[in-house]
């Protein structure tokens, strides 16, 4: 079949950008190209794998999945079903992230990444500020695969450490970072993402409140001196985390931060740094 007739397939059956998005990826183009090359012949072993996935996404699974990879602050990443998808809020959480490393830390930082899922974060942090050691924590072997592999591919000297939150872990840290699950255990989500993405990276308990609680009840032993701690958070539980974290930490400074759509969707803890 030809390009063009391919395209009319995948148009019949998805989003008309998934289908040129998932043809382009296949024959190695740009999607523009497509349209400039509508009568080349696709060869009959892509040919089946562009059907299978477009039938795919007719029956549900996420375009990233299908693909294999997502694009996270501008580096490409493996991913598939045993780990979340970035969200556009990580990458917000990231960036606010490397913006405090570079303006409270001189020297290179001890960071970890607690629920580290494909480690998109974390991998990211090494890329894009001076570390000294970068470890990768999740309890899902399957997860921790894919952090493998993403270590493999961004040539990573990051540690990989198999533990629930920091129950395997003995070091301290300049930096803590986590995107925990925080989804109420019977709270409404899209049903794309319920249907597809790992239940246990997702949700955390009655009150979503499970694993900043797991995370802070522990923390005291895994700060430095001074320690930056970067939490994504549900856009209704900044005030909940706070009492948690007045709970479990005295004289520290607290911020929330909102994402580009204006919800609560960061929050910061400073130790002896503002």
Same mark, same amino acid.
């Given at each position: ?18 289908? +040129?998005? @998932? ?6 183009? #740009? ?7 509508? $009568? &080349?012949? /696709? ?17 549900? +699974?996420? @375009? ?6 997502? #694009? ?7 991913? $598939? &079903?045993? /780990? ?191």
């Amino acid at each position: 079949m030809t390009v063009e007739e391919l395209l009319i397939f995948g148009k019949k059956n998805c989003h008309s950008a998934h289908a +040129k998005i @998932l043809l382009a990826e296949l024959i190695n183009k #740009n999607p523009l190209e497509l349209l400039l090359n509508l $009568n &080349e012949i /696709v060869p009959k072993d892509k040919e089946k794998l562009y059907k299978e996935e477009i039938l795919a996404l007719k029956s549900g +699974k996420p @375009l990233q999945y299908v693909m294999g990879y997502v #694009n996270f602050y501008g580096n490409k990443f493996y991913i $598939n &079903e045993d /780990v979340l998808i970035p969200r556009f809020e990580t990458e917000e959480l990231v960036d606010n992230t490397i913006k405090y490393i570079n303006e409270f830390f001189t020297e290179p930082v001890d960071i970890i990444d607690l629920g580290c899922g494909s480690g998109v974060i974390g991998l990211t942090l090494e890329n894009k500020v001076p570390t000294k050691t970068v470890d990768l924590i999740d309890i899902s072997k399957k997860a921790l695969k894919v952090t493998y592999k993403n270590c493999e591919k961004h040539h990573s000297k990051a540690n990989i450490i198999k533990s629930d939150m920091f129950k395997n872990v003995t070091k301290k840290y300049d930096v803590i970072i986590s995107n925990p699950p925080y989804i109420k255990e019977n709270e409404k989500i899209e049903e794309i993402v319920k249907n597809n993405e790992p239940h246990l990276a997702l949700y955390a308990g009655k009150n979503g409140l499970d694993c900043y609680r797991k995370i802070l009840e522990n923390i005291n032993n895994h700060m430095k001196a001074k320690c930056l701690i970067a939490f994504e958070i549900g856009m209704t539980q900044a005030q909940d985390i706070i009492e948690i974290v007045k709970e479990n930490l005295n004289n520290v400074q607290i911020e929330v931060k909102k994402d580009l759509s204006g919800k609560d969707r960061m929050l910061f803890i400073f130790k002896n740094i503002v």
